[in-house]
C-alpha cells in the first residue's frame, strides 16, 4: 500500500469522525469538525503531490481519491440540508454533478483513459472546499456580522453555479471520449 493510497483511505476515514463533530451542539466539538475537514481537505494535496512525485499512481488512487474527496464534499453538504442552512436543490445539483463527473471518470479509466482534473475543476473544489469551510465558521451565531444569512445564501448559490459551469466544461471538453463509449 503506498503513501498516497493510505492518505486516501485516511480521507475516508475522517468522514464519519467529521461528521459527528460536525452535527454536534457543542460550539467547540463543531469546531473540531472544522479542523477535521481542513485536515481531510489537505490530505487530498498531499496525497496527489506524493503520488505524482514518486510515481506512486496505482489504478486504486485513480478511482478511489476522487471518491474520497465526492464523499467528504457529500457529507458536508447533506449536514447543511440537515441543519437547513443550505437547500436541498442546491446539494443535489452538486451531488449530482460530482457524480456524473466520476462516474465519467470511472468508464474512462476502465477504457485505460486517464481524464485530467480540468482547470474549471480545480476553481470547482476551491470554491466547494471554501464553501464548506464558511458553512462551518458557523458565521449566523457571529454577532458582529450583519446579514450573515445572506452571506451563506449567496454562498451556497455561487457555489452551486460554479460546479455547474465546472460540470458542463468537463464534459463539453471530454465529449469525443463520451460519444466513442456510447457507441
Same mark, same amino acid.
Given at each position: 500500500?503506498?503513501? @498516497?493510497?493510505?492518505?486516501?483511505?485516511? %480521507?475516508?476515514?475522517?468522514? $464519519?469522525?467529521?461528521?459527528?463533530? #460536525?452535527?454536534? $451542539?457543542? @460550539?467547540?466539538?463543531?469546531?473540531?469538525? &472544522?479542523?477535521?475537514?481542513?485536515?481531510?481537505?489537505?490530505?487530498?494535496?498531499?496525497?496527489? =503531490?506524493?503520488?505524482?512525485?514518486?510515481? !506512486?499512481?496505482?489504478?486504486?488512487?485513480?478511482?478511489?481519491? @476522487?471518491?474520497?474527496?465526492?464523499?467528504?464534499?457529500?457529507?458536508?453538504?447533506?449536514?447543511?440540508?440537515?441543519?437547513?442552512?443550505?437547500? #436541498?436543490?442546491?446539494?443535489?445539483?452538486?451531488?449530482?454533478?460530482?457524480?456524473?463527473?466520476?462516474? +465519467? %471518470?470511472?468508464? #474512462?479509466?476502465? /477504457?485505460?483513459?486517464?481524464?485530467?482534473?480540468? =482547470?474549471?475543476?480545480?476553481?470547482?473544489?476551491?470554491? !466547494?472546499?471554501? *464553501?464548506?469551510?464558511?458553512?462551518? &465558521?458557523?458565521?449566523? /451565531?457571529? $454577532?458582529?456580522?450583519?446579514? $450573515?444569512?445572506?452571506?451563506?445564501?449567496?454562498?451556497?448559490?455561487?457555489?452551486? +453555479?460554479?460546479?455547474?459551469?465546472?460540470?458542463?466544461? *468537463?464534459? *463539453? #471538453?471530454? %465529449?469525443?471520449?463520451?460519444?466513442?463509449?456510447? =457507441?
Amino acid at each position: 500500500m503506498t503513501v @498516497p493510497n493510505i492518505l486516501t483511505l485516511l %480521507r475516508i476515514a475522517l468522514i $464519519p469522525v467529521f461528521w459527528v463533530l #460536525a452535527v454536534s $451542539p457543542s @460550539p467547540l466539538l463543531r469546531f473540531l469538525a &472544522l479542523i477535521v475537514f481542513i485536515a481531510a481537505s489537505l490530505t487530498d494535496l498531499i496525497d496527489g =503531490k506524493i503520488a505524482r512525485k514518486t510515481g !506512486q499512481i496505482t489504478t486504486f488512487g485513480k478511482i478511489m481519491d @476522487p471518491l474520497a474527496d465526492k464523499l467528504l464534499v457529500i457529507s458536508a453538504l447533506l449536514i447543511f440540508v440537515a441543519q437547513s442552512r443550505m437547500t #436541498a436543490v442546491a446539494a443535489m445539483i452538486i451531488i449530482a454533478r460530482e457524480l456524473a463527473i466520476t462516474s +465519467l %471518470r470511472v468508464v #474512462a479509466a476502465g /477504457e485505460g483513459i486517464v481524464m485530467a482534473a480540468a =482547470k474549471s475543476g480545480k476553481w470547482k473544489t476551491t470554491a !466547494q472546499m471554501s *464553501y464548506i469551510i464558511l458553512m462551518l &465558521l458557523h458565521i449566523t /451565531e457571529l $454577532p458582529f456580522l450583519p446579514l $450573515p444569512g445572506i452571506i451563506e445564501t449567496i454562498a451556497q448559490w455561487a457555489v452551486t +453555479l460554479v460546479t455547474i459551469w465546472s460540470g458542463v466544461d *468537463y464534459f *463539453y #471538453a471530454n %465529449r469525443h471520449m463520451i460519444k466513442a463509449s456510447v =457507441k
